[in-house]
């Protein structure tokens, strides 16, 4: 089995529904967020302040290639799918569309301050601002959408299993 991308806004799900997706098809499962913060031996959002979006970006795209010509489910982060070369890396790879309105992220998320781009306050604000901007992208890159508002983790992973076996 080649590996499965889930993409989506910060607080869409993946980090709920990429492990019990993994579990329900008998795959790994990883988080590149995860990922580069135990080879970096710190936090994104240390890096994010220490070295600059710019530099955390390049170090995230290297990951994410890397993890995806592996096999299991990927959870990228939110914005991974911006950065072109991860963009073309998924064509081909059935990649899952998170999607969640800012109402339901920001409920999820709550005052998270672990996430660089939100933090500063203003969180709803800021994911309304990122999800009219990476929406597009998200749906352009989308084999399988799934809206995830409201909805529990486990009738999700259904949802995502039944629309991948039919894709």
């Given amino acids: 089995m080649s590996a499965i991308a ?13 492990p019990l997706l993994a579990q ?64 073309e890396a998924l064509d081909g790879v059935p990649t899952v569309w998170l999607q969640v309105d ?18 500063g306050g203003g969180i709803r604000g800021t994911l309304i601002a990122l999800l009219k901007a990476r929406t597009p992208v998200y749906a352009s890159l989308a084999t399988v959408s799934v809206d995830t508002n409201g909805r529990e983790p486990d009738a999700l992973v259904d949802v995502i299993v039944a629309a991948l076996e039919e894709a």
């Fill in 102 to 119: 800012a109402h339901h992220a920001v409920t999820r998320i709550g005052l998270d301050q672990g996430r660089p781009l939100l933090a």
């Fill in 6 to 18: 889930l993409i989506g806004a910060p607080g869409s799900g993946k980090s709920t529904l990429g």
């Fill in 24 to 87: 329900r098809l008998d795959v790994p499962f990883v988080d590149v967020d995860a990922v580069i913060e135990e080879r970096e031996g710190r936090s994104i959002r240390d890096i994010f302040a220490d070295d600059g979006e710019d530099a955390f970006r390049a170090l995230e795209a290297t990951v994410t290639l890397e993890l995806l010509t592996g096999s299991g489910v990927v959870s990228l982060g939110g914005g991974a799918p911006l950065t072109p070369q991860i963009a």
